[in-house]
């Protein structure tokens, strides 16, 4: 049978990060596998490390797998490389709607001084 739990609004806090996430947990072989993002929280635990001080507000995805007994919590990279790639797009469409306002308004102002 099924003995599977999924958690799709998995939220916990630190002293220094939140954690946001879905996953599964399987109660048959305690296998666990949970996708999540860790947003770090500025504030005295982050500010007491200067190594960790300049993440505050930087967000990390991972990826949980293994067991209840023997975790693995690391990196998601390709989360991260979509993440860059998704910071990179929006950042060029900022730029070329800024670029068309500019235009539009360049327009507006050669018609309306005819």
């Known amino acids: ?19 946001d996430g879905t996953g599964t947990v399987n109660l048959l072989t305690d296998a666990i596998r949970f996708d999540l993002t860790a947003m ?12 960790m001080a ?10 949980v797998t293994g067991t209840l007994e023997d975790p693995s919590v690391l990196p998601d990279f390709g989360g991260l490389v979509r993440a860059k790639a998704k910071e990179a797009v929006n ?24």
């Open 91 to 114: 950042q060029r469409v900022e730029e070329k709607k800024q670029e068309a306002q500019e235009k539009l308004r360049d327009k507006l102002k050669g018609l309306l001084n005819r």
């Open 54 to 63: 300049k993440l505050a507000g930087s967000s990390l995805p991972l990826k």
């Open 40 to 51: 770090f929280t500025d504030g005295e635990q982050l500010q007491s490390d200067p190594a």
């Open 1 to 19: 049978k099924d003995a599977v739990l999924t958690n799709r609004d998995l939220n916990a806090s630190l002293g220094f990060m939140s954690i």
